[in-house]
């Protein structure tokens, strides 16, 4: 799926890692290309991995650049937007995370310019993987309200995309909405024959809270689904949905219990008691580790 973006040499080279076990490759200006590979990072050599950097595939400031152009097809204008964002979602739902100079304008960001580095993070659908939690989240057909919580590249979203088609299995009567901001869930369904997302009603490359409004509104969700939300920034938009009835199912960034206890609208979320339900996930026994679920008090109920 990189034939079009990646020189020659990079994606040969990418072919000898199975792409279930693929989770980054880190290209930097003048340095040597950087894999991650089932949580451990490796250089990338021609035919090997390896841990020291002798004869390692090395990229330049050029071939960052013509990666940049092709991903943009040839105006950078157009995905603009999305690397003021952090990264731009590509052809099944790989996220690429840019770095480089920061242009402002009245304390404004403008762009990013001469981009430097690249991370490319490849999405997994790993069928059945969150049936360890899905019984704590699903009971009796009443979808529980739910946060799910890691570090970066812990397995959050890969836990999300199969609790998405879990539901669009087992809870073919409700009506599921799926706000998919930067194309990275619904995505990673598309053209997969394995994969049944009948049911599941999504919006894609929107905003969470025009997805949110309007989706209540128009669609009668019974459940949304979403993926990294910022507790400050959407917060009112997730206490409005489940006041109005609506089940929410969402992730965040965070480690553990005590690092969402320190974000600072958490009080008001665990005051108002909007999440039943708290999974934390780690990488501690490989990535997806379930460290444990927690009801709305963060009292452990399950691991």
Avoid at 92 to 115: L, P
Avoid at 155 to 173: A, C, F, H, P
């Amino acid at each position: 799926m990189l034939e079009n973006i990646l020189p020659n040499d990079l994606c040969k080279a990418l072919d000898q890692i199975p792409y279930k076990n693929l989770c980054e490759m880190r290209l930097r200006a003048n340095d040597s290309v950087v894999v991650n590979v089932l949580g451990e990072n490796y250089y990338l050599c021609n035919d090997r991995l390896s841990l020291s950097s002798y004869n390692a595939i090395q990229v330049s400031l050029g071939t960052i650049n013509a990666i940049l152009q092709r991903m943009s097809n040839n105006s950078i204008y157009t995905i603009n937007d999305d690397i003021i964002n952090g990264f731009v979602t590509i052809s099944g739902g790989i996220r690429v995370g840019v770095c480089g100079e920061v242009v402002s304008i009245d304390g404004k960001i403008k762009t990013i310019k001469n981009i430097s580095s690249m991370n490319f993070r490849f999405p997994h659908f790993i069928k059945n993987c969150s049936l360890n939690i899905y019984p704590y989240l699903v009971k009796n057909g009443n979808v529980y309200n739910t946060l799910i919580m890691s570090k970066p590249g812990a397995g959050k979203t890969t836990y999300l995309r199969d609790i998405v088609y879990q539901l669009s299995q087992k809870e073919k009567m409700k009506n599921i909405l799926l706000i998919d901001e930067r194309k990275e869930l619904s995505s990673i369904f598309d053209g997969c024959d394995v994969i049944n997302i009948k049911n599941i009603d999504v919006y894609s490359n929107s905003s969470k809270k025009f997805a949110f409004n309007n989706g209540i509104r128009s669609m009668n969700p019974d459940v949304i689904i979403t993926d990294e939300i910022n507790i400050e920034k959407d917060i009112e938009d997730i206490e409005n949905a489940i006041t109005s009835g609506v089940s929410i199912i969402a992730t965040l960034h965070a480690g553990n219990i005590e690092d969402l206890r320190h974000k600072p609208a958490f009080e008001r979320i665990l005051a108002n008691k909007l999440f039943d339900r708290y999974v934390v996930l780690s990488d501690s026994s490989g990535i997806g580790t379930c460290e444990g679920v927690y009801n709305e008090n963060l009292i452990c109920i399950g691991v």
